[in-house]
């Protein structure tokens, strides 16, 4: 009989080394473009970045993790062309961002101020997201009916008073 804690480790594993990996590429990217190790909006960035996801590491089961990671069968045409759409835009967003804010200044200089909203603002979002996906065991990052999972709709937390919170 299959040990199902060993496929709890092998996610986790997996989960943890494709996340160091990731983070690293990422952090990796942004200096690099930047062209300096000082560019402060990079260390903010990845920070935050790597804040939140040792939180959901630490906070989100495994079932849920290798759900978001991998969706089983389900996943509607749309939510495919939207993952070969959103990760080269991703990348072209991070790309652009770095180069003009820590290479070339093509756009004029936003204020401390602003900048610091935005992290608030970015926090509290990643908060309310976080928050989601803890009390819903089927916040998948896809579009699909959890058959496979026994999907129960989930009426706690922020879905008290949003449908879709995330």
């Not at 690293?24 to 190790?37: K, P, Y």
């Not at 560019?39 to 959901?56: R, V």
């Not at 969706?71 to 990760?87: A, F, L, N, Q, T």
């Not at 803890?134 to 058959?147: A, D, E, L, M």
Request: proline share 7%.
């Amino acid at each position: 009989m299959p040990n199902p804690h060993s496929n709890v480790a092998k996610v986790e594993v997996k989960l943890l080394l494709r996340s160091i990996f990731l983070t690293a590429f990422i952090i990796a990217i942004t200096f690099l473009l930047a062209g300096r190790i000082d560019y402060w909006p990079g260390w903010a960035y990845n920070g935050l970045n790597i804040i939140f996801l040792l939180l959901s590491y630490f906070l989100l089961p495994p079932e849920l993790i290798q759900e978001r990671l991998k969706p089983e069968e389900g996943m509607k045409k749309w939510d495919k062309i939207y993952y070969i759409v959103s990760v080269p835009v991703f990348f072209a967003i991070l790309i652009i961002s770095v180069l003009d804010g820590g290479r070339f200044n093509w756009e004029p200089q936003i204020p401390v101020l602003v900048i610091i909203l935005g992290v608030i603002v970015y926090s509290i979002g990643q908060m309310l997201i976080l928050w989601a996906k803890r009390v819903n065991n089927f916040f998948s990052s896809v579009v699909r009916i959890q058959k496979d999972r026994e999907q129960k709709v989930c009426e706690e937390g922020p879905y008290r008073f949003v449908r879709h919170p995330g």
